[in-house]
């Protein structure tokens, strides 16, 4: 009995202690909804909406470095999806699968893994879960998904020019093919 009374005692101090941790973490309680980046100048390089994306190459799943500016001049857009390959991932894929790829014949669709590690593991997980119609980057030291600030989900559209028209994370796919219907 003893035992159990102080069991549930410390229990209890637990509960009231773990809200209070939390609540000392946060820098604001009462945060406002500005929106805090820097301004945006179109055109300039970067990563944000109406900048001009900031070039890279990566290999993908069958050993083809594939450098991102020269995929503008032969697609009317290049759309990247930061993929882990996860249930969440599948359905996404499969929606742009389904919808959205074949809508755009002249849009340039690319898988981004940033989870394997290596292409040889990415070339399996690709294929492992049916993706082989689709191209996959392999960015085996995260390092476009750090340019990007990208994380699973995110959709990154740029146009012909090269120019961000959506960095955003996959939610239903209406903003995407909204994006994509728009481009010239």
């Given at each position: 009995?003893?035992?159990?009374?102080?069991?549930?005692?410390k229990l209890s101090a637990v509960l009231?202690?773990?809200?209070?941790?939390?609540?000392?973490?946060?820098?604001?309680?009462?945060?406002?909804?500005?929106?805090?980046?820097?301004?945006?100048?179109?055109?300039?390089?970067?990563?944000?909406?109406?900048?001009?994306?900031?070039?890279?190459?990566?290999?993908?799943?069958?050993?083809?470095?594939?450098?991102?500016?020269?995929e503008y001049p032969s697609a009317d857009?290049?759309?990247?999806?930061?993929?882990?390959?996860?249930?969440?991932?599948?359905?996404?894929?499969?929606?742009?699968?389904?919808?959205?790829v074949t809508n755009y014949p002249n849009?340039?669709?690319?898988?981004?893994?940033?989870?394997?590690?290596?292409?040889?593991?990415?070339?399996?997980?690709?294929?492992?879960?049916?993706?082989?119609?689709?191209?996959?980057?392999?960015?085996?030291?995260?390092?476009?998904?750090?340019?990007?600030?990208?994380?699973?989900?995110?959709?990154?559209?740029?146009?012909?020019?090269?120019?961000?028209?959506?960095?955003?994370?996959?939610?239903?796919?209406?903003?995407?093919?909204?994006?994509?219907?728009?481009?010239?």
């Open positions: 009995m003893f035992f159990s009374r102080m069991l549930s005692r009231v202690f773990i809200p209070l941790l939390v609540l000392a973490g946060c820098d604001d309680l009462n945060p406002s909804s500005a929106d805090l980046r820097a301004d945006v100048v179109p055109g300039s390089d970067g990563v944000q909406v109406e900048q001009k994306a900031l070039d890279f190459t990566l290999s993908d799943t069958l050993y083809t470095d594939v450098t991102l500016s020269s857009a290049v759309v990247l999806y930061f993929t882990m390959w996860c249930p969440i991932c599948d359905s996404h894929m499969s929606y742009m699968r389904q919808y959205v849009v340039k669709f690319y898988f981004v893994d940033y989870v394997t590690g290596s292409v040889s593991a990415s070339r399996q997980a690709q294929q492992s879960n049916g993706y082989t119609d689709f191209d996959v980057l392999v960015d085996t030291n995260h390092a476009i998904q750090e340019l990007y600030n990208a994380t699973m989900g995110t959709v990154i559209v740029m146009d012909s020019n090269g120019i961000i028209k959506m960095n955003e994370d996959f939610k239903d796919g209406s903003k995407l093919q909204t994006v994509l219907a728009l481009l010239p």
